[in-house]
């Protein structure tokens, strides 16, 4: 899978501080290091498990001996889906070479082996006792048929035929779950790193004793423990919703039901329209046998319809009063029921036993009700709305259920804002309690969330509208980047890569810079030394090239096409083994270079007039801060900057219809250079010609400077595509350099003759005046 530019920025970071602290890394003893520690502080949703897969592949390539590494969680599901994705699923490729096995399926022959690298997944309760010389855990105990050593003790081993030790390079997924005696049972088997997934920079006493030495020994301050992903980036990538709306009742259960189910059936109705491969589903957060005012053993004594534990009130209510069909229903929860009073045979419970999980991911259920138990590791994109009863309804709990609910279906933002919100329906038994609740998960999101809107609604709000729809219905001819010009030159360059298959010496490159830890001698005589690698680990030409290519040319356009797409990647000669450090890495290297190069320089930004248009959707709005406008298509707007207010007051004079763009799920334009996309701020019909301004500014402008980017090819006469820029205060380009001559006023920029030409405003209305010419 190809990873998004801030993904790359992580991956690799985390890559290269580990090769800059093993050239000379800190020892607890003679045999024993100081790991190499890092936290990955990005927010659920971001992809954090595909980060730490290519940061694993990127430090595999760079040392001499195939490392072994640690992948552990916490949840049994969690661990479940990391193995298939791992192993066979959609990260696989990620992981290219190395061997994926359950932890207690390891065999001596996985931790001896020189070449081949290998990864264990397990969770933490196959290790984490207290007193390991009584425990019955499988880890601890001598494989008698394979090995005379327990699991355990060859991982502290994990010895080569040559008696090298191998790299240990632990993984912890879902760090916030990181304890104190995890942490000493890690540490003793003496790793080369320890990297930490969490959604915040908070680790146990032991840990924190290696942090200290870390600082006092190496200096390290407290950003270079931690590779933080932007929460900013994650929402642009399209990955994790725009906005939380969170509704509070302090009312009985059917009508915060009713009110979710109607919002539900909403977004459905909107996704069947776009023609999306998803259907919108909800779940159900409640205790299980919890009953108000009686025990539960005497809730089991009476018939079903008149049970009121409370799943089986929201089940019936779904069936019985919103007309649900109950094989869209799903209950993932322990339920009890009696032999007198059984469960329906159309309701479909699962306990939690072994194989419960599977058979309830394979459902496709729309509907699913169930305690907390199944939050942690489940995830689906398509579930992007949540019921929270009164006994679930604490901060903390229901911060950690959005968590679940804010990855984005199908990984990108739509035109309708419905599709682009986590929504929540919350029932509490007294509004102060939903105040307080309310106040703390301000707090938690602006900590662990800080880019997402935050929407709130009571029974005074409920009936606002923050979703408007546009009058009339506007369409927008899409642009894309036509690469056929670009086939020939990048044809050219491939041609001249050279085929190292049966070269031996420029696919070898110097020694990794970490040593390795070797036994001499054996039994009682036995000495350890750190000896220096001759080489690095062998990878495809393909893989060297691939990675380059992606990493010159990063960002969101890859997944629509791309340099590497004009590239038959399958062609033999990338099938040659080649060192990371050597000539023919750095051959590769180059090569995707002057691809990317030749992709910018040949390809054109044109306007496709055969695909359907874009339309414009409706657009999400604040009811307390949003302005009126009478000639934009919404109505009203909300959110805008101080410039784009002036601005938008401005066009609103003029008569001319016009909306405004959301960043993220409007309209967007491919920015050719930097190989993703942007959203500009308005959009303003004229005749049939369509005005696209931006107001953003600088940015822009030194890289519209040095191309031809914004000159849109094609397009009918008076069916045109113009863009337009415009940024504060007189500002003129020199040499690709901005030079702001005066802070008043306004400059715009548009394409005249081949040329970004300036033109100097002094107000507002001069600016959109010259914005709209159409010569």
């Not at 992606?550 to 990338?574: C, H, M, T």
């Not at 019909?685 to 940015?699: A, F, L, R, S, Y």
């Not at 890289?703 to 007189?730: C, M, P, T, Y």
């Amino acid at each position: 899978m190809d990873l998004i530019r801030f993904q790359e920025r992580a991956a690799t970071q985390i890559a290269n501080r580990f090769f800059d602290y093993s050239v000379n890394p800190l020892l607890v003893d003679r045999t024993t290091p100081v790991p190499f520690l890092q936290t990955l502080v990005a927010i659920t949703g971001s992809g954090k498990t595909l980060m730490l897969a290519d940061a694993v592949s990127q430090i595999r390539d760079g040392l001499g001996v195939a490392p072994v590494v640690l992948w552990i969680s916490k949840g049994r599901v969690v661990v479940s889906q990391t193995f298939e994705n791992l192993s066979s699923g959609k990260y696989a490729d990620n992981l290219s070479g190395f061997s994926v096995v359950p932890l207690l399926e390891v065999t001596p022959d996985h931790l001896s082996s020189e070449d081949i690298p290998v990864l264990l997944v397990a969770t933490v309760g196959k290790f984490a006792v207290e007193d390991t010389s009584n425990d019955d855990r499988k880890v601890y105990r001598a494989q008698l048929d394979l090995a005379e050593e327990s699991l355990w003790d060859q991982l502290k081993k994990r010895q080569t035929a040559k008696g090298l030790r191998r790299p240990l390079i632990i993984i912890y997924d879902e760090g916030h779950n990181l304890s104190n005696l995890q942490s000493e049972r890690l540490l003793e088997l003496a790793p080369d790193a320890l990297i930490v997934a969490s959604a915040t920079l908070t680790l146990p006493p032991r840990i924190n004793s290696v942090m200290t030495r870390l600082r006092n020994d190496k200096r390290w301050a407290d950003q270079d423990f931690s590779t933080t992903v932007s929460s900013r980036d994650v929402v642009l990538s399209g990955l994790v919703n725009e906005r939380i709306s969170i509704d509070g009742y302090i009312t009985p259960l059917e009508p915060a039901l009713d009110n979710l189910i109607g919002d539900l059936r909403g977004a459905q109705e909107v996704a069947m329209d776009l023609k999306l491969p998803f259907t919108p589903k909800a779940i159900y957060v409640c205790s299980t046998n919890t009953v108000d005012g009686m025990s539960i053993s005497e809730d089991l004594k009476r018939p079903f319809k008149e049970r009121q534990a409370r799943p089986i009130l929201i089940w019936r209510h779904l069936v019985e009063v919103a007309k649900v069909k109950p094989e869209k229903i799903a209950l993932y929860c322990q339920l009890k029921f009696s032999k007198e009073s059984p469960k329906p045979a159309e309701m479909h419970l699962f306990d939690g036993g072994e194989k419960d999980y599977a058979r309830f991911t394979s459902g496709g259920y729309e509907h699913v009700i169930f305690n907390l138990s199944l939050q942690e590791g489940w995830d689906d994109p398509a579930c992007c709305f949540a019921y929270i009863d009164k006994e679930m309804a604490s901060a903390r709990q229901i911060t950690q259920v959005i968590g679940r609910v804010l990855r984005q279906p199908g990984a990108e933002h739509y035109n309708d804002p419905i599709l682009n919100t986590a929504h929540f329906h919350i029932r509490t038994d007294e509004k102060g309690v939903f105040d307080d609740i309310l106040k703390d998960i301000r707090r938690d999101l602006t900590s662990e969330h800080p880019s997402i809107a935050l929407v709130i609604k009571d029974e005074k709000t409920r009936g606002v509208r923050d979703r408007i729809d546009p009058k009339p219905p506007r369409t927008v001819p899409t642009v894309g980047i036509e690469s056929t010009r670009a086939l020939e030159p990048i044809s050219r360059i491939v041609k001249t890569i050279i085929d190292f298959r049966s070269d031996t010496h420029n696919t070898v490159g110097q020694g990794s810079r970490m040593q390795v830890l070797q036994k001499v001698g054996e039994n009682s005589d036995a000495q350890f030394e750190w000896i220096d690698v001759e080489h690095s680990n062998r990878l495809t030409a393909r893989s060297v090239f691939r990675r380059e290519i992606n990493r010159s040319y990063p960002g969101g356009l890859r997944r629509a096409g791309g340099p590497i797409n004009l590239v038959d990647i399958e062609e033999p000669k990338f099938d040659a083994m080649i060192e990371l450090s050597s000539p023919a890495a750095d051959h590769m290297r180059a090569k995707a270079q002057e691809v990317v190069s030749a992709y910018i320089q040949h390809s054109v930004i044109f306007q496709n007039d055969v695909d359907n248009p874009y339309y414009v959707g409706p657009i999400a709005i604040d009811p307390n801060s949003s302005e009126q406008f009478k000639r934009s298509l919404h109505g009203s707007y909300s959110g805008l900057n101080p410039l784009e207010v002036k601005f938008a007051r401005a066009l609103d004079r003029t008569q001319r219809v016009w909306a405004r763009n959301p960043v993220g799920s409007g309209y967007s334009l491919p920015l050719l250079h930097e190989g993703k996309a942007y959203w500009p701020d308005f959009l303003v019909w004229i005749d049939k010609n369509v005005v696209v301004i931006d107001t953003k500014g600088d940015h822009l402008l030194v890289e519209a400077s040095a191309s031809k980017l914004f000159e849109i090819d094609g397009g009918e006469s008076g069916k045109r595509i113009l863009l337009r820029l415009v940024s504060e205060g007189n500002v003129e380009i020199e040499n690709g350099t901005i030079r702001k001559r005066a802070k008043s006023g306004f400059t715009v920029w548009a394409w005249k003759n081949g040329r970004l030409q300036p033109t100097h405003c002094n107000t507002e209305k001069e600016a959109v005046d010259a914005s709209l010419r159409l010569d």
